[in-house]
């Protein structure tokens, strides 16, 4: 069965419109979860380490204020892309890291946002 | 710094024939990890396979077969009798321990009937 959630899987919504992404961690306690993105025939690129009970850390280029991330719990983390425009238009999904697991990180089924 | 590169930006297959998948990458970690992903058209990213840096075992799993060499730093990829169901895009990552995944730029597989 999963083992992480990932909702919703697809959002159509219009341009100046926030959306909110949850991932869920089914059977493991995740003091960290990670978000990618992936445009179109493009390869995954991470966006931020999500990081329980602080702040998130960003990768180089991402805006903070942009993709709001808030980690809770230990089983859930949440992406809010706010006031998206067509060009956040993309792939996302994230990942929860396992220790002990011969497949390290469990990837939610992702979320595909068009923004028209 | 890590990378991952597959040059094989798509290939395209009759049906039965074979194909190898081609990764190379880079890491100064001398512990890492080596990953395949499929991903079909529906998105979602489908684990094959993962190798450790200590581990240079080839390994095979029904139609699928991996050929880790540290040498070259390369970690391909064969499908035996590709299938029309084998078509997606398929990523090679690497990481070292519980670090995110850097994924190569995935090569398409299109086989067809």
């Known amino acids: 069965g999963a083992v992480v959630s990932q909702h919703p899987s697809r959002v159509i919504c219009k341009s100046g419109t926030s959306v909110k992404i949850e991932c869920r961690s089914l059977?493991?306690?995740?003091?960290?979860m990670f978000w990618y993105r992936q445009f179109p025939k493009k390869s995954l690129m991470l966006m931020a380490t999500?990081?329980?009970?602080?702040?998130?850390?960003?990768e180089q280029g991402v805006e903070k204020d942009k993709f709001l991330i808030n980690h809770a719990s230990l089983t859930l983390s949440t992406l809010t892309v706010t006031s998206a425009h067509p060009e956040d238009s993309s792939f996302y999904i994230c990942?929860?890291?396992?220790?002990?697991?011969?497949?390290?990180?469990?990837f939610g089924d992702g979320t595909r946002l068009s923004i028209l | 710094a890590q990378k991952v590169t597959q040059a094989q930006t798509e290939i395209s297959v009759v049906e039965k024939e074979d194909v190898t998948l081609d990764c190379v990458y880079e890491?100064?970690?001398?512990?890492?990890?080596l990953f395949w992903y499929k991903q079909p058209p529906s998105g979602e990213l489908v684990f094959l396979i993962r190798r450790n840096s200590f581990d240079e075992q080839n390994e095979i799993s029904g139609r699928y077969s991996w050929n880790f060499q540290k040498s070259t730093s390369s970690f391909n990829f064969t499908i035996t009798a590709s299938q029309v169901v084998d078509s997606a895009v398929y990523f090679c990552?690497?990481?070292?321990?519980?670090?995110?995944?850097?994924f190569g730029k995935g090569t398409r597989l299109s086989v067809i009937a």
């Open positions: 999500s990081n329980e009970g602080s702040k998130a850390t960003y």
């Open positions: 990942s929860v890291p396992v220790v002990g697991s011969n497949q390290p990180q469990h």
């Open positions: 059977d493991f306690q995740a003091t960290t």
């Open positions: 890491t100064r970690d001398t512990t890492y990890y």
């Open positions: 990552a690497l990481n070292h321990r519980n670090t995110p995944l850097v």
